[in-house]
């Protein structure tokens, strides 16, 4: 008579031995990584600044010169149509930009005079005028900035570029997110939807360590036991459980990768006071 026998009973009784799989996942490459891309790619990394509630384009890279001829005036009859719960537009005046203009570098591109500093870069930076979308209600805007789509339930960016391009090191995460700690739109603007968990973004914490309990708790031999077992009892049964178990080997690895990279102590302190002591200037110095 023959026995059905399912996955786990039969690297048991053959031996192969999921805990040497285990370890050997942890010490092999990235099976994330994908194939070439269409066009070469020049870009490594990406740092996606958003600034959820920062100033408006009109005061920074997109001049408004008819607004601010307008400025103080009733809205046009051509606004009224426009429903928010804010406030009643008919009654509203319009509101021009306090900020000059100017003609920056060989390109001529304008910005803001509040960017005096940035103005010096202006061959540097690529500036988009042509994005447009329709919700000017915070939540629906924050995800069509961060996914595309102006309802949850739809990767974020971060995830898309890990899964279509994976990530070289296999130490850290492919896609790291650093928040102020008050997201409107919570953790599905960096979240993964229907690609594979592993894809999320790891949130750094804003204040105090980066990573909580990234300190080991036990001996490096003991952790990489415990994972083994993990995997024998585990592997095959769910994406999501696979995903975990991965984000679990993933912190082992980062227990001695992490902790140097997120130091800034070790930059010189002269970039230090380049970037400022606020929170936000720490992060960026982190991301670089």
């Known amino acids: 008579m023959i026995h059905a026998m399912n996955r786990r009973e039969m690297l048991k009784r053959s031996g192969l031995g999921c805990g040497m799989l285990a370890l050997h996942g942890l010490m092999a490459e990235s099976a994330s990584a994908a194939s070439q891309p269409h066009f070469p790619a020049t870009a490594k990394n ?4 958003f600034m959820h509630g920062g100033p408006s384009q009109m005061d920074t890279f997109d001049p408004k010169p008819l607004l601010k001829e307008l400025h103080g005036q009733q809205a046009p009859a051509s606004f009224h149509d426009i429903q ?3 406030t009643d537009v008919k009654k509203q005046k319009l509101l021009g930009s306090e900020f000059g203009f100017s003609k920056c570098g060989a390109s001529g591109m304008e910005i803001s005079d509040g960017f005096r500093h940035m103005q010096n870069h202006a061959d540097d930076i690529a500036v988009l005028r042509s994005l ?9 805007a924050l995800w069509v900035m961060n996914s595309g789509h102006n309802r949850a339930g739809r990767p974020s960016m971060g995830s898309w ?10 130490n850290l995460p492919g896609f790291v997110v650093m ?3 008050a997201m409107k739109a919570g953790g599905g603007i960096w979240g993964n939807a229907f690609l594979p968990a592993s894809h999320q973004g790891t949130k750094l914490n804003a ?3 980066p990573i909580p309990n990234l ?4 001996a490096s031999e003991e952790q990489l036991k415990m994972l083994r077992y993990m995997k024998q009892l585990d592997a095959g049964t769910s994406p999501e459980l696979e995903a975990r178990i991965k984000s679990y080997e993933l912190a082992f690895q980062m227990q001695t990768s992490a902790p140097e990279a997120l130091d800034i102590n070790n930059e010189s302190k002269a970039t230090r006071e380049l970037y400022g002591d606020n929170q936000f200037s720490k992060q960026c110095l982190m991301a670089r």
């Open 46 to 49: 990406v740092i996606w600044l």
């Open 84 to 86: 928010t719960s804010f």
């Open 132 to 140: 447009h979308h329709e919700d000017f209600n915070h939540n629906p």
């Open 161 to 170: 570029l890990s899964y279509g391009l994976g990530h070289e090191a296999n």
């Open 179 to 181: 928040t102020d700690g």
């Open 207 to 209: 204040s105090g360590p």
């Open 215 to 218: 300190k080991p708790s036990m």
